[in-house]
T-cell receptor, first 114, second 112 residues
Framework: GAVVSQHPSRVICKSGTSVKIECRSLDFQATTMFWYRQFPKQSLMLMATSNEGSKATYEQGVEKDKFLINHASLTLSTLTVASAHPEDSSFYIC??????????FGPGTRLTVT | GENVEQHPSTLSVQEGDSAVIKCTYSDSASNYFPWYKQELGKGPQLIIDIRSNVGEKKDQRIAVTLNKTAKHFSLHITETQPEDSAVYFCAASIQAGTALIFGKGTTLSVSS
């Protein structure tokens, strides 16, 4: 149980294009999902908290107009990187909160912007 | 806000030895402390967690201890195996489901 999937696992796009990443909780409902960003050999940095049916809460320094988050259902949250640039290249990981406070992470999406 | 410090950053042990990773946190309101294992190119996997009303929790070769007074918690892995090699992250969160704040990670290498 408690499986979280992400799609795609890897994406390469050209500078200026937008990329959408999906995060799904497969066997449980998640009213809250989180989006993290991880640079090589570094820790996970929280980008935003996504609550089903309401606007996401962004961490300080994260541009909400660039990283668009939509949590339309209890099993799906999406992150859209608008007008991506090379500095947006990173490993993006989502997590879904379980029935208590535990979080289950997806496998991550490697974004490369050329 | 919460700040989580993790030590050591790298740890090398021989197969069969024990490994200990320590974390300290700053916010006394934090009451949930999970540990994650992350293999290269994959998402973090929850391996064990502890809540503030418990001092110790064990699951086979893995154990976590919590000292709320000192605001530190530790991960103990006994009888290490090469497949335990990975990056381990500690984290903390405050009750009411706020986001996890992660330590910087420990790269554990187990040599056979």
């Amino acid at each position: 149980g408690a499986v979280v999937s992400q799609h795609p696992s890897r994406v390469i796009c050209k500078s200026g294009t937008s990329v959408k990443i999906e995060c799904r909780s497969l066997d449980f409902q998640a009213t809250t999902m989180f989006w993290y960003r991880q640079f090589p050999k570094q820790s996970l940095m929280l980008m935003a908290t996504s609550n089903e049916g309401s606007k996401a809460t962004y961490e300080q320094g994260v541009e909400k107009d660039k990283f668009l988050i939509n949590h339309a259902s209890l099993t799906l949250s999406t992150l859209t990187v608008a007008s991506a640039h090379p500095e947006d290249s990173s490993f993006y990981i989502c997590s879904a909160r379980g029935t208590a406070y535990e979080q289950y992470f997806g496998p991550g999406t490697r974004l490369t912007v050329t | 806000g919460e700040n989580v410090e993790q030590h050591p950053s790298t740890l090398s042990v021989q197969e069969g030895d024990s490994a200990v990773i320590k974390c300290t946190y700053s916010d006394s309101a934090s009451n949930y402390f999970p540990w994650y294992k992350q293999e290269l190119g994959k998402g973090p996997q929850l391996i064990i967690d502890i809540r503030s009303n418990v001092g110790e929790k064990k699951d086979q070769r893995i154990a976590v201890t919590l000292n709320k007074t000192a605001k530190h918690f530790s991960l103990h892995i006994t009888e290490t195996q090469p497949e335990d090699s990975a990056v381990y992250f500690c984290a903390a969160s405050i009750q009411a489901g706020t986001a996890l704040i992660f330590g910087k990670g420990t790269t554990l290498s187990v040599s056979s």
